[in-house]
């Protein structure tokens, strides 16, 4: 288990949640599943927070849910991005990526501060 | 097609099992996460517990979910709420649209209904019910409506009594106060010095009159009302020590009361305020044989605070106990002991008799108010199930296309409250510009309501908007919710016409609408009738072209010689006046309130019977007879010398002639009138004195030039008789007897005729109400029978098709729709009858002799109902005759 163990960010979990759904309706356990082998296990990061996440963003009309079948045959509720979702994951896609390249320039500076 | 909006989705997701929910998704995770464990060669248990241990805290992260999709659903409710709402609006109001003329009556007549009550209880509630302005707890006021109190045995009860109530004293008197360079005749509230601190009154500006204020040594004080203060004094406040002329004697100012006190007085509200001491160092000169102090003169109404504890009747048992142990305290007559009447709301309490009248007439407007609300109620059913049995079919329809019912019922409810709220508003308005004129009514001889603050409030928006809804809902939604209730087969194959209950309830509406409107019909025949009688009735005396204006010599303090002086004086120049025919003066006048009484024997002749040993009299100078053009029968009348003869003389009329002459000659006979000897000199016509319809009646004129000292000094009443050139005689004549002598204010100036045609104010007034509303709920009715014959008409379309394919005369199908709506017509129109009939004996007095059972105004009332009823239903009835009937067999 590696060490580096990231605080996520309020509200970067809703993110990485509408960013799962893109692709096509999962369910939450898929979701977790996703996140676990995207971010190579490194967000270590309770799994049952997950859902109270899902179901805000699901308030939030985000993300809509219904209820299906697993692939072993059990019933599963699967969660799928909202047309509003979609264009919330770019917005938010967009602002993350301008606040991290932000933060790296910041980081990779080499010119000190000069005196005045 | 429009494409379906997101939301719509979540809405059809309604009512789900949230926790239950929650807790299958938690296992699904638990479960996957378990077996993925257990792939990986964990065992079992170990991998449940992992997978637990991952999750984290499962009984939470189910709490946080359950709440956060409960709260999601409430909010997808409340918007699926409005959204309905908002689509049920638009489809009412379209469909409102399509009907104006529905939604144009049914608004008009409630509105009228409604707020012509609203209007009404407004004022009753601001004169009778609602607590007097300025007054501390007026629940524990308690007014001794009889008798009327001396002031000394006012002061005695008052300490006898202590321990029950606190008692204290008032009276209404006339005042003039003069400011500056005019005098004016103003309503004076003569109060015993414990008056405001037994109501718990402050005065807003300086005081209010106080104990010390009472006393025969004590300076006159004097209080102002607001609207004197506003008016005469421009709400200065400076105002506060100034000495003004109460009645010719100097009084200071010590206070002004807050806007809208007027003590317990109901209506009228007092101008100014003194003591009993203060008034009666400057009353008139009338009363200068009085004493403060004698106990023959009961003339102030005693009103109290009761102490904690007691009750009213615990006050009645204190006074009589006080009248037996002293007779004399209550007492003008030795033999009888009177017994206190204590009135104990305040409601009641407040303008004493006077009062009960103007409330009782209050009541009566109410009264009528709310009829009209009835007829407005009962319109407006009708119209809303006409409407709901139209619509049987378009409901039938929808149900039978899987409309949902319960959607349904909300749409109609929609409908209605929308009606409801329309009305409500209308109902407002209608109160609004109703309380405006209420308030800006006078009516002679009962006051004018302009000093109550009128208004709309939320208690009346409240009242007006349930009233609407109330009747909306409930005639509304009935037929609603027999149509949906009903065969759906049945009320399309049929249009929904088989309603036998809904039918029966339509015929007892029309029916208590014909009878009502037949009712007010014929009430308003019977007082147009008696009103046209009273019209036609020669009073005896020509009220045309002359001004009366009163003056009060006595409370200008004038004592005989003077006010001998002023009224010749006066009358030389009132004389001058150009264009002036005649000028009198006398201390009554013809329908005007009061009588004066006299003792009468005749000398030379037996004792009188008793009915006759009293005779009305009236004091006049030398001109009256000619200023009223009352025409002499016998002898002569009064002249300009007739003071001078040393035996005094008297004029009667022929009732009196007829009476006392017995056949012979009454001129030259000797009367003894009020124990003084008079000599008859002429007989005059006879004058209706004091109603139109009353019988002639012995009247006696006495010469006022010999009987100043008796009637000069109370009020006397100017008259001017001109050729008519002057518009503004009643003003002029005023300003003449001004200029003449400025400490004498002239009051009650008018036209004679004007007087005279209040005279049968009440009569107009009625026939005005009653006018009005017949005329409305006459309008209504010819609705409900037309409508009643369209629909049997609509109902039985295919019967009378059948009949008219099968060869019938069209005539005998227009006499079968006549006959199926005057049956009920004439229901209504006997009803209607009789309960005018029985209703109008009330009002006999106010009919001039024309019975209630008046053959012109019940034929009247109830053809013209008739008459118009037939001609209502004709239409339809024509329309049925006409139809095509094979088309219509065909149509079903």
């Known amino acids: ?116 | 097609m429009k494409r379906e909006p997101m939301w719509r989705r979540y809405v059809r997701l309604r009512g789900p099992d949230h926790a239950a929910d929650v807790d299958e998704e938690v296992a699904f995770h638990l479960d996957e996460r378990a077996a993925e464990l257990r792939a990986a060669g964990l065992s079992a248990d170990a991998a449940r517990r992992e997978a637990l241990e991952r999750f984290g805290d499962t009984l939470r992260y189910r709490r946080e979910c359950v709440a956060i999709d409960r709260s999601r659903a409430r909010h997808e409710r409340a918007l699926e709420w409005w959204l309905t709402t908002w689509r049920d609006t638009r489809v009412a109001l379209r469909q409102y649209r399509r009907s104006p003329w529905f939604v144009f009556g049914s608004v008009t007549t409630l509105a009228l209904g409604i707020g012509a009550t609203l209007a009404m209880y407004r004022l009753v509630d601001a004169v009778v019910l609602r607590p007097l302005p300025g007054v501390l707890r007026p629940q524990e006021l308690v007014h001794v409506a009889k008798p009327g109190m001396a002031y000394p045995s006012f002061r005695d009860v008052r300490e006898a009594t202590r321990a029950t109530a606190h008692l204290a004293a008032y009276s209404y008197r006339p005042v003039t106060l003069r400011y500056g360079e005019e005098t004016t005749r103003l309503t004076a509230h003569v109060v015993s010095g414990n008056y405001f601190s037994v109501l718990g009154s402050l005065a807003a500006l300086g005081r209010p009159l106080v104990e010390s204020d009472d006393a025969a040594a004590a300076p006159r004080a004097v209080v102002l009302s607001h609207v004197l203060w506003k008016t005469r004094f421009q709400s200065d406040s400076a105002v506060i020590g100034r000495v003004v002329s109460v009645n010719g004697s100097p009084a200071t100012i010590v206070g002004v009361m807050a806007a809208g006190f007027r003590g317990t007085s109901l209506t009228a509200v007092p101008n100014l305020w003194l003591t009993v001491h203060g008034w009666f160092s400057a009353a008139p000169t009338y009363f200068s044989r009085l004493d403060l102090q004698t106990r023959d003169w009961g003339w102030l109404v005693m009103l109290g605070r009761l102490q904690p504890g007691q009750s009213p009747s615990n006050l009645v048992a204190a006074l009589k106990a006080q009248s037996i142990r002293n007779r004399e305290l209550f007492m003008q007559r030795k033999n009888a002991i009177l017994e206190p009447v204590v009135i104990s709301s305040v409601a009641a309490a407040s303008g004493g008799a006077g009062g009960a009248r103007t409330r009782s007439f209050l009541w009566v407007l109410l009264a009528t108010a709310a009829l009209v609300l009835l007829l407005a109620w009962v319109n407006v059913a009708s119209l809303l199930i006409a409407r709901g049995m139209q619509r049987e079919r378009e409901i039938g329809v929808r149900l039978a296309l899987g409309a949902d019912r319960k959607r349904l019922m909300r749409q109609l409810l929609t409908e209605t409250a929308l009606l409801a709220l329309f009305a409500g508003a209308a109902s407002l308005a209608t109160a609004y510009v109703g309380t405006r004129l209420l308030g800006s009514v006078t009516i002679p001889g009962w006051g004018s309501f302009r000093d109550l603050s009128l208004g709309v409030g939320l208690g009346s928006a409240g009242v007006a908007v349930s009233f609407a809804l109330g009747t909306s809902l409930l005639f509304g939604l009935m037929p609603a919710l027999r149509a949906t209730r009903r065969d759906v087969v049945a009320a399309i194959t049929h249009g929904g016409f088989r309603a036998p209950r809904s039918a029966r309830m339509r015929d007892a509406l029309l029916v208590s609408q014909v009878s009502l409107t037949v009712a007010l019909l014929i009430g308003a025949a019977l007082f147009a009738r008696g009103l046209q009688r009273a019209l036609a009735i020669d009073p005896g005396f020509d009220p045309s072209h002359v001004a009366v204006t009163t003056v009060d010599l006595g409370i200008a303090r004038y004592d005989s010689s003077r006010a001998r002086t002023y009224l010749d004086g006066a009358l030389e120049r009132l004389r001058a006046i150009p264009g002036v025919t005649a000028v009198a003066w006398a201390d009554a006048l013809p329908l005007f309130n009061g009588e004066n009484i006299e003792s009468l024997s005749i000398i030379g002749e037996p004792p009188l019977l008793d009915d006759q040993r009293f005779v009305e009299i009236a004091a006049v100078s030398h001109g009256y007879f000619e200023a009223l053009r009352i025409a002499p029968k016998l002898g002569r009348v009064f002249n300009e010398s007739d003071h001078l003869t040393k035996a005094g003389v008297v004029v009667v009329n022929e009732a009196f002639a007829q009476q006392h002459g017995k056949g012979k000659d009454i001129v030259g006979r000797q009367l003894e009138v009020g124990g003084s000897t008079l000599t008859v000199i002429g007989v005059v016509r006879d004058v209706k004195y004091h109603r139109l319809d009353e019988q002639p009646r012995p009247f006696v004129y006495l010469p006022m030039a010999r009987s100043v000292s008796r009637a000069g000094l109370w009020p006397v009443i100017a008259l001017v008789r001109t050729d008519g050139r002057h518009k503004e005689l009643p003003a002029l004549v005023d300003a003449t007897l001004r200029d003449f002598a400025p400490d004498v204010a002239p009051f009650d100036r008018q036209w004679l005729g004007d007087h005279y045609a209040n005279a049968l104010l009440p009569q107009r007034l009625s026939l005005l109400l009653l006018g009005v509303c017949s005329l409305l709920a006459f309008a209504i009715a010819l609705v409900g029978i037309y409508s009643l014959a369209s629909f049997f008409v609509v109902t039985h379309r295919r019967e009378l098709a059948l009949r008219l394919a099968l060869g019938a005369q069209p005539q005998s199908v227009v006499r079968q729709v006549l006959g199926h709506g005057l049956v009920r017509v004439g229901i209504g129109v006997v009803a209607g009858s009789i309960a005018v009939v029985a209703g109008m004996r009330a009002a006999r007095a106010l009919l001039y002799g024309v019975e209630p059972t008046d053959p012109w105004a019940l034929v009247a009332g109830a053809g013209l109902v008739l008459v118009a009823a037939m001609l209502a239903a004709l239409v339809p009835a024509r329309m049925a005759a006409r139809m095509d009937a094979m088309h219509t067999l065909r149509q079903d």
Do not use: C
Not at chain 1, 15 to 22: Q, R, W
Not at chain 1, 23 to 30: F, N, S, T
Not at chain 1, 103 to 115: D, E, R, S
């Open chain 1, 1 to 116: 288990m590696p060490d580096t163990n990231v605080v996520l960010l309020q509200g970067t979990l809703d993110v990485m949640i509408l960013k799962a759904l893109s692709w096509r309706p999962l369910h939450g356990y898929a979701v977790t599943r996703w996140l676990q082998q995207v971010s190579d296990d490194a967000l270590r990061v309770e799994e049952g927070s997950l859902y109270p996440a899902l179901h805000r963003l699901e308030k939030r009309g985000w993300v809509m849910s219904e209820w299906g079948t697993s692939e072993n045959n059990r019933r599963a509720k699967y969660y799928s991005l909202t047309p509003s979702g979609r264009r919330r994951l770019r917005s938010e896609a967009t602002s993350w990526e301008r606040f991290a390249g932000i933060v790296a320039k910041v980081l990779a500076a080499t010119a000190q501060p000069q005196p005045r």
